[in-house]
């Protein structure tokens, strides 16, 4: 079993924007670090502008460290990475402070201006992150970081235990007895991350297709929806309320946050990563193009990277983190989970895929994928 934490829907505005145009007019405008660093304090009463998922806030609230720094907290939840992205398109660089984003972004929006560098020296504990993860080519751009990543998971399967046997592969949804009780969900770059290198095992990268196999895999997956499933859920949280009403029992998606979701409307389910492997994500704590306080921002992503903050992250959403000192403090179960201990051995099976290009070449771009794949909302 295994446990998986994300992001929401990747529709959006996102969608029109290649990089080519993305480093065409987007260019931007253009910490508070631990005490003998040379960094200057938080001064009273700063606010503090963060967007980023709901429940990933939950670490800049551990202890005193807010009112010790005078620092109020303003919070924008997102449904989607490309709202931040939105967001500072339409006029926000200068008045966020600080973001959480999907690694997959950041050379995009570093090339777009929507960035700045990341300077790991103003968050020490960024010294303390796997090494695997720290050093992953996509947390740059012409050399510089632009990210550290604090939390990750994989993609899993999910099932209710109490109605279906632990499933093995990802083409378990086309069982006949799972017909009308598979959920599908609204997540374009997460079904094409697992969906990509199902139908297309051959391949290096799910995100990495020719156009012939992107069109076949949307085709596999119109199937599903046609054929196998009960809904195309909008979301992790509703997918979550159809498995505690008993309306299905497998996914073709999931997000590890659902077993807690379905909790607490008294479900268990559970989560799994099929033998066709899947797909890691990390998401990164970056400083937006003109942050406002920027000493205040390093130092804020500094403490969710303290074994405090990574420990509340642990508790509220079970998702992998990065410290590994603050990995050492966590429960067997959770290390075991997350295989900290051999994680090149759990990068054969959960892979990092890139995004998919933005330029026309070998591979279908992400303009394409997003055409490809409102045929499948429209089906």
Request: proline letters at 6%.
């Amino acid at each position: 079993m295994f446990r998986y934490g994300s992001h929401g829907p990747v529709d959006g505005p996102f969608a029109a924007m290649t990089r080519r145009q993305a480093s065409l007019g987007l260019a931007g405008a253009g910490a508070l670090g631990l005490a003998g660093l040379g960094a200057r304090p938080a001064r009273a009463d700063t606010t503090l502008r963060w967007m980023g998922w709901q429940g990933y806030d939950e670490c800049y609230g551990v202890g005193s460290y807010l009112a010790d720094n005078g620092i109020t907290l303003e919070k924008t939840y997102i449904n989607a990475n490309e709202e931040i992205i939105t967001k500072l398109q339409g006029g926000g660089i200068g008045s966020i402070d600080l973001i959480t984003m999907y690694f997959g972004y950041l050379p995009i929006m570093a090339e777009a201006g929507l960035l700045e560098p990341f300077d790991a020296a103003k968050a020490a504990n960024a010294a303390n992150v796997i090494p695997q993860f720290k050093n992953a080519e996509p947390l740059r751009w012409n050399g510089d970081l632009y990210g550290v990543p604090w939390t990750w998971g994989f993609l899993p399967m999910m099932y209710d235990p109490a109605a279906i046997a632990t499933p093995t592969s990802w083409m378990d949804v086309m069982k006949e007895e799972h017909k009308g009780k598979v959920v599908m969900i609204h997540d374009p770059l997460g079904n094409l991350m697992v969906w990509g290198k199902v139908v297309n095992p051959e391949v290096a990268h799910a995100t990495q297709l020719s156009h012939e196999q992107l069109v076949k895999t949307i085709d596999f997956m119109i199937d599903i929806k046609k054929n196998r499933a009960r809904a195309f859920a909008t979301s992790y949280g509703e997918a979550s309320d159809m498995f505690a009403r008993g309306e299905v029992v497998i996914s073709a998606l999931g997000w590890e946050a659902m077993v807690g979701f379905a909790a607490a409307a008294g479900k268990v389910i559970d989560f799994v990563i099929p033998q066709e492997g899947t797909a890691i994500y990390m998401d990164c704590l970056c400083i937006p193009k003109g942050s406002p306080n920027p000493d205040a921002a390093y130092g804020l992503a500094n403490h969710c990277l303290s074994i405090e903050g990574q420990q509340k992250i642990v508790e509220v959403l079970t998702q992998g983190i990065t410290n590994l000192e603050a990995i050492k403090t966590t429960a067997p179960e959770h290390q075991a989970i997350y295989s900290y201990d051999n994680i090149d051995a759990l990068l054969q099976k959960a892979r990092m895929e890139p995004m998919p290009p933005t330029e026309e070449g070998e591979f279908a771009t992400y303009d394409d994928f997003l055409e490809e794949y409102d045929r499948l909302l429209k089906a």
